[in-house]
């Protein structure tokens, strides 16, 4: 019979190899020195951008990491860490976490991978500065409709400038 410690330490990893296989991208982060109520508040903002965080035994975590074939992340795994799984788009989760960081400077960003690419701190703190997707389809939407609205004011204007031509035509013949 298993003891239950390592019956937990099992399901961890379990949980954590799954939920790699569903997750877009993956950052580590460092927890040490953050309250607990704090660490709430961070799952409450990463909820809103469809990420978890999910801390588990250091052990455990590499253990995990290995057998995804994700060895490039197990240096990464010091200390207390955390692991904030992403199921949609990462740049929330990205702004999420890095907002928290510039409100309580404990929590240390390590890396991740982003679609089977390892992503360094400043790689992620660069996609937090990145705008949401559909800010970046609205900029497309505008970008492909600026030169039609364009020409569309121009077209407009000539049309103006030849209906007042023939207004101050049609009053030139009135007052001779």
Same mark, same amino acid.
């Given at each position: 019979?298993?003891?239950?410690?390592?019956?937990? =330490? %099992?399901?961890?990893? /379990?949980?954590?190899?799954?939920?790699?296989?569903?997750s877009?991208?993956?950052?580590?982060?460092? #927890?040490?020195?953050?309250?607990?109520?704090?660490l709430?508040?961070?799952?409450?903002?990463?909820k809103?951008?469809?990420?978890?965080?999910?801390?588990?035994?250091?052990?455990?975590?590499?253990?995990?990491?290995?057998?995804?074939?994700?060895?490039?992340?197990?240096?990464?795994? %010091?200390?207390p860490?955390?692991?904030?799984?992403? /199921?949609?788009?990462?740049?929330?989760?990205?702004?999420?976490?890095?907002?928290?960081?510039?409100e309580?400077?404990?929590?240390?960003?390590e890396?991740?991978?982003?679609?089977?690419?390892?992503? %360094?701190k =400043?790689?992620?703190?660069?996609?937090?500065?990145?705008p949401?997707?559909?800010?970046?389809?609205?900029?497309v939407?505008?970008?492909?409709?600026?030169?039609?609205?364009g020409?569309?004011?121009?077209?407009?204007?000539?049309?103006?400038?030849?209906? #007042?031509c023939?207004?101050?035509?049609?009053?030139?013949k009135? /007052?001779?």
């Amino acid at each position: 019979m298993k003891k239950l410690g390592l019956i937990f =330490k %099992e399901a961890s990893g /379990n949980r954590i190899k799954g939920t790699l296989k569903k997750s877009d991208a993956v950052f580590i982060v460092k #927890y040490s020195g953050v309250s607990s109520p704090d660490l709430s508040f961070l799952r409450q903002a990463l909820k809103g951008s469809q990420a978890s965080l999910f801390v588990v035994k250091n052990s455990v975590a590499r253990r995990a990491l290995k057998d995804s074939g994700l060895e490039l992340l197990i240096k990464m795994i %010091e200390g207390p860490c955390g692991l904030v799984f992403m /199921n949609g788009e990462p740049i929330a989760a990205a702004q999420a976490v890095c907002n928290f960081i510039k409100e309580h400077g404990e929590l240390k960003l390590e890396g991740g991978f982003l679609k089977d690419k390892v992503l %360094e701190k =400043k790689d992620i703190e660069a996609m937090s500065k990145l705008p949401s997707k559909e800010v970046l389809r609205a900029q497309v939407v505008m970008t492909l409709n600026s030169p039609i609205s364009g020409l569309v004011i121009t077209l407009n204007q000539l049309l103006a400038k030849f209906i #007042y031509c023939i207004d101050q035509i049609k009053n030139k013949k009135t /007052n001779s």
